[in-house]
């Protein structure tokens, strides 16, 4: 079963903006998202209680990412604004029963969508 399908990722320019979505089979209690570049470890970036709507997001992305999800709960969102290119690299929708921007706390992940940044 494929739980968790990413898009919206693509090639932008630095400053520029990207929204990526989320499709979401299933309820969670905490969804996030997640990024790995080149060469990098896995590092959180954002995840929101599907049940309050409380979020955390990474020091790194605080002010310019944002994280959301649509009433039904069938779609997770990333805003992302202002764009870097240290911003760059493989970003992942995950979805599990804790909410922590570790992503050894979370047990669901799509396959990734890609995100490059040019300067």
């Known amino acids: 079963l494929v739980r968790l399908v990413e898009s919206g990722g693509g090639s932008v320019q630095a400053g520029g903006s990207l929204r990526l979505s989320c499709a979401v089979v299933d309820d969670y209690a905490y969804m996030g998202w997640f990024r790995q570049a080149p060469g990098k470890e896995r590092e959180g970036v954002a995840f929101?209680?599907?049940?309050?709507?409380?979020?955390d997001t990474a020091d790194p992305v605080k002010g310019r990412f944002t994280i959301s999800q649509d009433n039904a709960k069938t779609t997770l969102y990333l805003q992302m604004n202002s764009l870097k290119p240290e911003d760059s690299g493989t970003y992942y929708c995950a979805a599990g029963p804790f909410g922590s921007l570790s992503p050894s706390r979370f047990k669901y992940w799509g396959q990734g969508t890609q995100v490059t940044v040019s300067s």
């Open positions: 929101i209680d599907s049940f309050s709507g409380v979020t």
